[in-house]
């Protein structure tokens, strides 16, 4: 079992930026590649960045490549999301999730736990 609990969502302006992060417990860290996705009110839940068990392989979603940063540290069983230049349309919802695999997936039925989500809203 691994619990996950999001932190670092809020409120910041168009341009600005946010780290969220996301701390593990409960089994492993380094067992399991991380996802962060994001749901929008009204949108289906979307990948948005994945890093493999030991950071060797790191994947983005399009339309936060060049403004988004994951990372981890595995002392700390945490997963970070730098979020820079942000825009309006990134305002949702963001989780992290724990995948026993290899590779971070992009599907998010490919990950085996999830944390509760953080709000983060970006005003224009």
């Known amino acids: 079992q691994v619990q996950l609990v999001e932190s670092g969502g809020g409120l910041v302006q168009a341009g600005g930026s946010l780290r969220v992060s996301c701390a593990a417990s409960?089994?492993?860290?380094?067992?399991?590649?991380m996802g962060w996705f994001r749901q929008a009110p009204g949108k289906e839940r979307e990948f948005v960045a994945g890093?493999?068990?030991?950071?060797?392989?790191?994947y983005y979603a399009d339309s936060v490549k060049g403004r988004f940063t994951i990372s981890r540290d595995n002392a700390k069983n945490t997963v970070y999301l730098q979020m820079n230049s942000l825009k309006p349309e990134d305002t949702a919802v963001y989780y992290c999730?724990?995948?026993?695999?290899?590779?971070?997936?992009?599907?998010?039925?490919?990950?085996?736990?999830w944390g509760q989500g953080t709000q983060v809203t970006v005003s224009s």
């Open positions: 999730a724990a995948a026993y695999s290899g590779r971070p997936p992009f599907n998010l039925r490919e990950y085996d736990y």
């Open positions: 409960g089994s492993t860290f380094s067992n399991y590649a």
């Open positions: 890093i493999s068990r030991y950071s060797t392989i790191i």
